[in-house]
Each structure stands twice: as structure tokens, then as C-alpha cells.
């Protein structure tokens, strides 16, 4: 917290002070980075005393965080994040890579990569004495915030689509947000929650709006970079503590956490704790493409589309966080990706058959887009790979069964069961 300086904004460089702002540049809307104190933050940690922590979350980074410690231990509060660095050799042949790695973010207490941003959204609206907080979501920044909120004793209120999986739904309601379900898309619930804020004074959360969410999604790449230095070392031992992949596979929506991650490896760069970037690559269904379009383009215009994915945790019309998300992968030297929603199905039974992980569709994106990009050469196939599932299969069961198909019904006899297995 001592080493928070304030916000540059992403598009004109204003800076501004902690408390000048809240949430964007106010002379063009432009998304605020975090300004961190790296001198500060290289006096009071290393990345020697951060691996010696017993804290098993996100809150292992507290250096390197804008926020202080929201307290309540115990909770799912300080269950997010550290998450599990899978190394599924069945998968890598599938995709015929020599090194792949699979971080599971399914695996956090809400079931999504979103608990992250909730859960540092929650400590900042502890600091400024915010009392109740909104956001808009397609499902899981509700669900994680509803979580948070929960964990933290706090009132939570949540607008999404009406057209949200059922059991992201369930996680608002039985976390005991107000949930409103507008009639409308994922876009007008976004416009709402912001004048919904406005009009009451709620703390509004809303992702690509709110500079903290980014700090929070950030800490996914800390972890990367961490676990990556708990591995085997390849010969030339590096000189620098943490290590990363040569490249990144994430699925993008509003570009949040496309931009988390290029915040988060910006910070361990700046810091001197790793030598280099991992490229980013940022993979979007066609059906929801518009920072793809962007990239694509050239420039950093996001024009919006009519969003129709099944993906619907990254079916967005407007992205909110749209340039940030097409430089991440434009200053690494990744790149963009867009994959067909039936690219995406096949991609969610490749990871459950091949490394027993149950991705959501937009979870199981990244993974369908290094499909793609080993098809199209981007990609080595010695280089060192992480794809990042962002969402548990749990939360959209009628996604899981169009990818999955039927089970038969037979009658409780051998010769049905026969019959069934075709060796009637
Ligand atoms: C929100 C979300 C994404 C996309 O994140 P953005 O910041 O919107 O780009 C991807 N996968 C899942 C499961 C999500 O919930
Ligand atoms: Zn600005």
C-alpha cells in the first residue's frame, strides 16, 4: 500500500494521485494503470522472501499489490489464487508440443480466474470506506465478487444478463448479492451498474472500468513466474530469480486479464525479478471478436460487434479494456487468435479426456487458440507453453453436454448393456 503513487492513464498518460481519482481518466475515459513504487517494493521484498510465504493466495504479492492485507483470514478471501501449474504430457502430444503447461483456474473458490480482481476489489472498497459494491457481469465477476463480498461480510449487488448459465446464476443468489437480471445484453448491464454507482454512491467493480481489477488479475502472472521457478532449471541457469514461458494462451472478452497478465509481467520486469517477456496471445471466438479486429487492424481502434458465442463469459459487444488488451500482445510480440465456437467444444473434450480438466467454454478458448497457432506455425514446437484456463465446466453444464453429447438410457440388464457396448 505504501508503495501505491497513484494512476497513469493508458491513453493520454495523465497522472494522478491515489485519491484523485476512482475509476478512469476523466479528461478522455481512458483505462488508469497502477503506478507502483518498484524502489520501495525492491527494499521491502524479494523474491526469495515472497516464496519463503506460508500465505497460500494472491496475498503472497502483498509488496507488489496497491491494496493492504483485507484481513479475514480464514475465509475463501485467502483461497484465491495459487492456483495449480499443471504439466499434462497427454495433452502436449495432442498439441504437439515438447513443454506445455496448464494453470487451472477453474480452481479458485468461486470457479473462476475472476476471484482475483473481486478479491482486491473488495480490499480497496474496505480502504475507501465503500459500503456497498456493484458490478456488471456475464456471470463469473458476479459470482466472484457475490463470493468476496461474502467472505468479507460485505452487500454485493450484481447486474447481469438475463441470459447468464444458470449456475452462475445460483452462485449469485446463494451468495446473498441483490442480483438484478436485466433484459438485455451483457453491454446494457454494464451501462446500468455504472449508473447505478453514480446515482447511489456504490463502489462500482465493473471490469475494464475499475483500476483495481487489473492488480488483482495480475497476480496470475506473479504465480506463473513463481511456479516456473520451482521447475527443473534448464542448464543455463538463469540470473534472475523467477522464470516464465515463452509464450501465454488466455481467452479475452473486455481484455482485463489479458492486461492483468501484461501489468503482472511488466512489474516482475521492472523489478528485475525476470529477464524477459513472455509473448501474449490473446485468443476470442469469431463470434465475439472485436479486440482480435483491432489487432488484426493494426490499431488500436475497437470498433464493436454484435457478440453471438456460446462462450458467454467472453461474449462482449464493446470491450471495456480494449487497447490495453491489443498492446499486451502487440509489446510482447504475441499476437491474436479467433476460434470457431466448434472449435471451442472440441477444445473443452481436449482438456477434460487428455488432462482431465473441465473448462467452461471460454476457459477451454485459450486452448482451442494454441490449437490454432501450432496449425499456423506462431508457435515453436520446442518452446515453452502456458495456457491459462480462466473457468470451471461446472458453471455452464448445457455448454458441457452439446460438447460431450447423450448417455444412452438402457434397461439394468447385461444384455441391454450388451447391446449398448455393440457386442449384442
Ligand atoms: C471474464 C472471463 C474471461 C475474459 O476476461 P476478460 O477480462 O473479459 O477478457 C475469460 N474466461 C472466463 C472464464 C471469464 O470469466
Ligand atoms: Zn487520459
Redesign the pocket.
Known sequence: MGTFLGYRCSLCAAEYAPREVTYTCPKDGGNLDVVLDYQAIRRSATPTSISSSREQSIWRYLPLLPVDDPGHEGTALHAVGWTPLLHPARLARLAGLAHLWLKDDGRNPTA???DRASAVAVARAQEIAAEVIVTASTG??GAALAGMAAAAGRPAVIIAPKTAPSAKVAQLLIFGARVMLVNGTYDQAFDLALEAANAFGWYCRS?GYNPFTVEGKKTAAFEIAEQFSMLAKPSAAPRTAWDVPDAVFV????????SGLHKGFKDLLALGWIEKMPRLYGVQSTGSAAIYNAFVSGKEVITPVRATTLAD??S?DLPR?GVRAVRAARETGGSYLAVSDEAILAAMRDLARSAAVFA?P??ATAYAGLAAAVREGLIGLEERVLVLN??SGLKDVRSAMQAAGEAPVIEPTLSALKSSLGRG
Open positions: 473462476s480466474f475472476k463469473n465477476a471490469t481467452s479475452v472478452g473486455d481484455g482485463n486479464i489479458i463469459s467472453i462482449v479494456d467452461e471460454a476457459g480462466t473457468g
